[in-house]
Every structure is written in C-alpha cells, then in structure tokens.
C-alpha cells in the first residue's frame, strides 16, 4: 500500500511539474532550467538524508553499486538531453506518440530480459490507457509521420526510461532509494550546469544561470522534483516497472487538471473521454487479480 501511495505522489508531483516547466523553460531555457531543478533536488535530498544520519551511518558504496548510480544519473542525463534535441528535429506530435512507447519497451523488457512477471490484465490496461493518451493529447488530430533522426532520439530516449527503471529497482534492493535520487539529481545538475555554460557564448550561459538560480518558480520546479524521485524511487523497489510505468501515463491527466487551473488551459469533450480512458485503465492495473474472477 505505501509503494501504490508514494507512485500516487510521484504522478501528482510531475504531473504538477508539466505547466510549470513549460513557462520556465520558454523563458530560461531548458538547460538552465535543468539546472536549476536538479540542483534545488539534489539539495534537498542530500539534506534529508543528512538529517537523517544517511551519510554518517552508512558506508560507502562498494564499486559496483558507485558504478550503478553513476549510471543511472548518467543515462537520466542522456534521455533528458535525447528529447530536448529530438524536439527541434521533429514534430510535437512525433515527440508525444513516441515518448509513450517506454510502457511498450518496459512489458518487452520485463517478459524476455528480466524475466519479470506481467500479469494479464497488463496486454489489455496498456492499449486503453495509450488510447486515453492519444484522445487527451489531441494527437489523433494531427499528423504524424516517422523518418527523421528526431523521431529516433524519442524511441532512444523511450527505451533508456525503461531500461533505468530496471536498473534504479534493481539498486533499490540494497541501497537507500533517497540516496539513489540524491546521486541521480546531482549528476543531473552537474551535466546540466556544464551544458548551460557551454552554450554559446559563454558569457550568455553564466547570465541565464544566474538568472534561474533567482528565478522563485524555478526553485519551486525543483522542490517538485525532489519530492518526485524520492517517491518514484519507493515505488520502484516495491512495484513492478512495467506497473510503474502504466501507471505513470496518468502523468497528463494531473497535467492537464493542473493546466486548467495554472494556465486557464480549457479541456474538451474529447479530452475528458481520453482522461476517462486512462483512469479505466490505471483502475484495472491497480484493482487485485480476484476482482475481474468474479
């Protein structure tokens, strides 16, 4: 019960980070803003796992487990950078339609890699609830079309989300799943400090961290974060991730509530079906295998 309440938090927290980083972003850009997020996250984490005697208690990771945190931040990094780039090479639609495939690559995974038991409600929750995505985002509408480098920086960046969640479960298992977020963040924030001040001209990256480092919404963005990983992580440990990551498509529907309150966004008939859509479908994810026996 307590994974299935932090993944609750962790849906809300993102979802609620959606509208907020979209106004950041236009106005900081995304690198600064990343850097200010995972900054303001990885602080807060590492003070909470100071308070809590964490650092003084425990003992450093062993190579092995150093390694798989470095990785795990470093392939954060990686994803994040593949979609900020895919979204100048391809469409908004191509970006949103082909995010969606880490549920897809997360079943793949857990069935013939991991060896991780997918119950079978899973092959009839995933079509709903990608349906639900599709009608709330309004990407039926639109066209779409595959055949730039864009579209495979998504399906890259689709598959190392999956691929990271097994491999954050999998270093749950032993090591404190604040701690891993805490390390994830603060790798973050460092690639994102360096690939802020990189952009060029130089002078012009220093301004615009300087600028989101005083920036109050940014600084909110990365309280958000830091409640998100230290939530995702519990639930991670405790849950299946193909679960997890079903679960996670309830992210636009917190969106879009939050939108509607933050940026007087209005939702549609069509909309309100998608929502529908993937509540039906987290429902069934969720509900115990005894309740569709009878």
């Not at 962790?10 to 690198?31: D, H, Q, R």
């Not at 600064?32 to 990771?61: D, I």
């Not at 598959?159 to 032993?174: E, G, K, S």
Request: include cysteine; proline fraction near 4%; charge should be positive.
């Amino acid at each position: 019960m307590i994974a299935y309440v932090a993944l609750a938090i962790a849906i809300l927290a993102w979802g609620l980070e959606y509208p907020l980083m979209k106004s950041v972003s236009a106005e900081l850009g995304p690198m600064a803003t990343g850097a200010v997020m995972f900054s303001v996250a990885a602080f807060l984490l590492g003070a909470q796992l100071a308070v809590r005697g964490t650092f003084r208690r425990e003992r450093l990771p062993d190579r092995q487990t150093l390694g798989r945190l470095l990785l795990i931040g470093l392939i954060g990094f990686l994803l994040n950078a593949a979609v900020l780039l895919a979204v100048r090479m391809t469409s908004v639609t191509n970006v949103a339609t082909l995010a969606r495939t880490d549920v897809l690559f997360s079943l793949l995974l857990a069935a013939f890699i991991f060896r991780e038991k997918v119950d079978r409600s899973a092959w009839w929750t995933t079509p709903l609830m990608l349906a639900g995505i599709y009608l709330l985002t309004g990407i039926v509408t639109r066209p779409f079309g595959m055949g730039n480098g864009g579209d495979a920086l998504v399906l890259l960046s689709a598959f190392l989300v999956a691929l990271n969640a097994y491999i954050i479960r999998h270093t749950a298992q032993r090591v404190d799943p604040t701690l891993i977020g805490f390390v994830n963040t603060a790798t973050n924030s460092a690639l994102f400090v360096v690939a802020a001040l990189l952009v060029p001209p130089h002078s012009a990256g220093m301004l615009a961290l300087g600028v989101a480092f005083a920036h109050p919404v940014a600084l909110e963005l990365g309280c958000i974060a830091a409640i998100f990983f230290a939530s995702y992580y519990i639930a991670l440990r405790a849950l299946p991730v193909w679960r997890v990551r079903l679960l996670m498509l309830m992210i636009p529907v917190v969106a879009a509530l939050a939108g509607t309150f933050w940026l007087d966004e209005n939702i549609t008939a069509i909309e309100a079906m998608g929502m529908a859509l993937i509540c039906a479908g987290a429902a069934g994810a969720v509900l115990p295998k005894r309740v569709w026996h009878h």
